[in-house]
């Protein structure tokens, strides 16, 4: 009797697993249904496929859509019943840049909220391949300025601006930061990187926790790299921020997940910034698989995560 790729992979968490198993196989009957044979029909799938893992949680005091570029791009703020005036988070979701939405994320969000304390604005910033790098970045730009010529009107601080993100949301908040710092503008008070993708090369975690148990797997990263990019690689360091010099940086908390193929790109970059002289935290969860705080509604290992990047990130939105 044959043994499935699942099974074998004694080494993830159990909720975490099931979360794999489930998302797997949703996908799969979607993709039965109608297959995802272009970019639109694999972002409904994606959004589907999310959709549960986003509901419940905490409720916000209020939740408001807004626009904060002139050619469309809008964000959502989400405000805890504690209150905005603790300190504002922008969060960029993950998916490859291809991939996901302030919808899928938006429990991921709420619970940042309500434990930090704060505001949270979520940006739905444009995709790739339609809009490719620096496209996202320039987006995220707007969203800063929108938020410290307007946030006030929300009843948002705008004084302490913490950015944080998953993915390529934690490789467009990284790489946001460093470019705010090379143009001499106002750095944000932290950073929050939730198992960023922070380069197109290789590390020995590809290999080791490549294919189907691990949720995300080498050639999908190639991929998203090859949508964001236009090819698969680049030397500029907004892009692929492991190139970049770290110094001047805010403080930094990464969340590492260990069975992931961009845990090494991770642990790496917790010790050049260090080596930089940048105050980091850096956490990996034993189990935890690429986008493992997804599964927060099922996983002890997810919520862990959560409060500890929130009881970290409210030190500085606080302050």
């Known amino acids: 009797m044959s043994v499935s790729p699942l099974s074998r992979a004694d080494d993830i968490d159990p909720d975490v697993r099931s979360f794999i198993e489930r998302t797997s196989a949703d996908f799969a009957a979607l993709s039965t249904v109608a297959p995802p044979t272009n970019i639109t029909r694999q972002r409904e799938i994606a959004e589907q496929v999310r959709a549960p893992w986003a509901s419940g949680g905490p409720d916000m005091a209020e939740t408001r859509m807004v626009q904060v570029a002139p050619d469309g791009v809008r964000a959502r703020i989400y405000i805890p019943a504690a209150g905005a005036g603790k300190g504002t988070l922008i969060y960029l979701h993950g998916g490859g840049w291809t991939l996901f939405s302030i919808d899928t994320h938006d429990r991921l969000m709420r619970e940042y909220a309500e434990r930090i304390g704060c505001a949270v604005v979520g940006l739905d910033y444009s995709l790739s391949p339609e809009h490719r790098f620096p496209r996202a970045l320039d987006d995220v730009d707007a969203c800063i300025h929108w938020l410290r010529r307007n946030g006030t009107v929300y009843g948002l601080s705008v004084d302490r601006i913490a950015i944080g993100g998953d993915s390529a949301g934690g490789n467009l908040a990284l790489s946001t930061a460093l470019r705010l710092r090379d143009r001499g503008e106002n750095l944000p008070a932290a950073l929050l990187l939730n198992y960023a993708a922070l ?56 969340c590492v997940a260990e069975c992931d193929i961009l845990a090494d790109q991770n642990i790496e970059l917790a010790d050049r910034l260090k080596t930089a002289g940048v105050e980091v935290s850096s956490v990996v969860y034993r189990g935890a698989t690429h986008s493992f705080l997804e599964a927060v509604s099922i996983s002890e290992c997810a919520s862990r995560a959560i409060q500890d990047a929130s009881d970290w990130l409210a030190r500085f939105l606080r302050a």
């Not at 080498?218 to 690689?233: A, R, V």
């Open 199 to 254: 380069d197109t090369e290789p590390r020995p975690s590809y290999t080791r926790y490549d294919g189907e148990p691990y949720m995300l797997n080498i050639d999908e990263m190639l991929d998203f790299w090859i949508n964001y990019l236009g090819k698969p690689t680049t030397d500029d360091p907004y892009a692929r921020p492991l190139l970049a010099d770290f110094t001047g940086l805010p403080p930094v908390h990464l």
